[in-house]
């Protein structure tokens, strides 16, 4: 990289011409992407307090072993990888995690302290192109999810509302904006279409590939939302199966 660029050529590890505190930008990516890892590793092996009257754990569902009889382990060992999968591979979560905890590179026209680019070509790395499959995956949980909010509004057999029924159908939400925002799904849409004219159905892919373009611009938004708002449903759930707080009951 030229000093035209920023960064002097076969620059050292942290070598920049820029003067603003370009680290700032990675820590409160370190923080919440290294909180939330803590969290729902140790979510994942407790295999406990994952289900409230109506309410389920969006790091349990669907609920595949609720007797443990089969699987010796945790149940959410079985469910999570799919969307964390979805979320590993992701290339907002990607560009992220590099620069946070890799340091490849640090920031912008910040040096890197090596030479020679493979990128993704190599293992593990290399497994970050099934990204458009763990997409697949995550709008089936997303359906399991939808199932789940609807059935939070059912308290013995009756239609109400708690604040856990609020909190999971915000869960779902927040999920199916930052899924349906994602790269891949956009570039399904109509990112490899050059004449949406000359194609099949080409008006309905056009307005298709709009709406997900739309969604696109804000996928760094709904990707740290639906982070967020996954683990506070989780926890909500949690304190309610340990008797920590109480449900607030709207209707």
């Keep these: 990289m030229s000093e035209a660029r920023g960064v002097p050529a076969r620059s050292r590890f942290g070598a920049t011409l820029r003067r603003d505190a370009w680290w700032v930008e990675i820590l409160p990516v370190v923080a919440l992407l290294g909180l939330f890892a803590i969290y729902a590793t140790a979510r994942a092996f407790e295999g406990r307090y994952f289900e409230w009257g109506p309410y389920v754990s ?10 443990h009889r089969w699987w010796p382990f945790s149940p959410a060992l079985l469910i999570l990888g799919g969307p964390l999968g979805f979320r590993a591979t992701c290339y907002y979560y990607r560009k992220a995690y590099y620069r946070a905890f890799f340091l490849d590179p640090p920031a912008c026209a910040v040096g890197e302290g090596r030479h020679g680019y493979r ?13 458009r499959f763990f ?32 909190v999971l159908t915000g869960n779902v939400v927040l999920l199916t904006l930052y899924t349906f925002s994602c790269h ?54 949690r304190a309610l199966a340990r008797g920590q707080i109480h449900d607030l009951r709207l209707l």
């Design 135 to 166: 997409l697949y995956v995550a709008i089936v949980f997303l359906g399991f999810l939808a199932y789940d909010a609807v059935r939070s509004f059912r308290f013995d057999g009756r239609f109400g509302v708690g604040l856990g029924s609020l």
């Design 58 to 67: 969006p790091f349990y569902s669907p609920l595949i072993d609720r007797g």
């Design 184 to 237: 891949s799904l956009r570039h399904l849409a109509g990112g490899q279409v050059d004449c949406f004219s000359c194609s099949a159905s080409g008006r309905a892919r056009h307005r298709l590939w709009g709406w997900a373009s739309a969604l696109n611009e804000r996928h760094g938004l709904f990707a740290w939302l639906s982070l967020v708002g996954v683990g506070l449903a989780d926890l909500y759930v």
């Design 119 to 131: 990128g993704e070509t190599s293992f593990p790395f290399v497994l970050q192109n099934v990204h």
